[in-house]
């Protein structure tokens, strides 16, 4: 199983520059610790933003796609919306991921965790109900930019560092996936 997860450094980072992963996909299943990931992951990439200089006006490329609406997708998006960045998020199925298929009243959280946008979120017990609500009503509250059915099909980094991001039916550019 070692041997299927991929190589990335302190910051989440693979070893192509500014292509993170973070959350499941990474290895790291508990709900926590993707949001922490999510919410971490753009704070590096705002902070490389910042310390480069990085013009982001170009209108066809957004700073970040993130691909995956579960908990480090949706942390990462709300991350994205308080530093008030151009993203956006690509989701193959339903906002929740993995969890929203979990089965009823499952208990997903036992721990609190800070949530972008909202602060800490102290309940001590969540069923996948409960928080499958609470991101949609701190979603709902926020500009939260998400195209569902869209399945990610290729990344692929450009000379000029920008990113492509291939769906099915569409592309997507950007400085940071």
Not at 17 to 41: M, S, T, Y
Not at 134 to 160: C, M, N, P, S, Y
Request: proline fraction near 4%.
């Amino acid at each position: 199983m070692g041997a299927d997860m991929p190589v990335l450094s302190a910051e989440c980072e693979t070893t192509v520059p500014n292509l993170f992963i973070v959350g499941e996909l990474g290895g790291l299943a508990l709900i926590k610790n993707a949001v922490n990931q999510g919410r971490d992951c753009v704070d590096v990439i705002l902070q490389r933003f910042t310390a480069r200089g990085t013009a982001r006006t170009m209108p066809d490329v957004q700073d970040i796609v993130i691909v995956g609406a579960g908990p480090a997708g949706i942390a990462a998006s709300l991350r994205a919306i308080q530093h008030k960045m151009k993203y956006l998020t690509l989701e193959r199925d339903e906002i929740g991921g993995t969890v929203a298929k979990y089965p009823r009243q499952k208990l997903v959280m036992t721990s609190p965790v800070e949530f972008p946008m909202y602060g800490k979120f102290k309940k001590t017990e969540l069923s996948k109900e409960n928080l499958l609500a609470f991101w949609d009503k701190v979603l709902h509250r926020a500009d939260f930019k998400v195209r569902t059915g869209q399945k990610v099909e290729d990344i692929k980094r450009g000379e000029d560092g920008i990113f492509t991001v291939k769906s099915q039916d569409s592309e997507y550019r950007s400085h940071a996936v």
